[in-house]
């Protein structure tokens, strides 16, 4: 049998306030969920306002309510997240759901959401997947980064509060041979739900830290050998098809916000400044667009 039997919610399951867990068990795997069927349900406050990007900012924010937690979305980005080592506190799935379960979710309490929980949460009466309440791991300082002589390809971001450049900025840095990500201050968080959704959990694995002051990190950045590229439309810049590098140069490539770019202040501090050539009547790629060609760039510009 693969449905799970599900109990409509009866007095006795919510007295004077207080929500009493009623557990349905899929059948085809042995799991037992917890049914949940009033969208105000206590129990899964953690995944209230996901579609909410900036009070869920606030929420998971270092002063919010939520602080220490983050929402994996897809049995993909919660299986990489295990696989990266956060620690799995919950899950919520659609009652409704068939297929089987993550393997990891035997150990968490399971919330079995009906439809009207799910139109709260996900905006949509049927939800496909899975989400995720993960406990975050103690970040490391950008020192500490920067100290690792193993790393030798970092991506600096500057103002890049947008999740879906930043999700693919950090795909990208995955699979493109990035070995850390630094952070300003006013970046958006990189385990925000979208940003992980949007790389696919890829960039669980790779290390990042937030500078507390993007000036003093960017010298930072110099003062431990390490060459800063700013990437930029200006057509004066050097061609990013003309860099050369050794397997052991230590490289950064810094790159700004979708319209702005990066501040005055940053292109300042570079070593150099890279431009990607363009042809027609455009005069620069997507953020996340730019970042794929130039760490294949940079790939490539070790094996020169």
Known sequence: MKYCQW????????????????????YENGYVLIAVHDPNDPRIDVFQGLRDKSLRQLREG??????????????????RAIA???????????????????????EVDVFAASNAVLQQIAGYPSYRGALGCFYRKELPMAQE????PLHKSFVVVEGVNNPTNLGTIIRCAAGLDIDALLLSPDSIDPLSRRCCRVSMGEGFALPYARFSDIREGLTAIRDSGIELLAMTPDEAATDLATLTYSAADRVAIMLGAEGPGLSESALASATRRIQIPMSGNSDSLNVGSAAAVTFYALRQARRS
């Open 7 to 26: 109990n409509s919610p009866t007095p006795a399951t919510k007295l004077a306030g207080v929500f009493v867990a009623v557990c349905v068990r899929l």
């Open 62 to 79: 270092p002063n919010g309510d939520l602080a220490g937690v983050f929402i994996a979305e897809g049995d993909i980005v919660i299986e």
């Open 84 to 106: 990266a080592g956060y620690r799995l506190q919950s899950a919520l799935i659609d009652a409704k759901r068939t297929q089987p379960l993550p393997t990891q979710f035997d």
């Open 145 to 148: 980064l920067l100290n690792e």
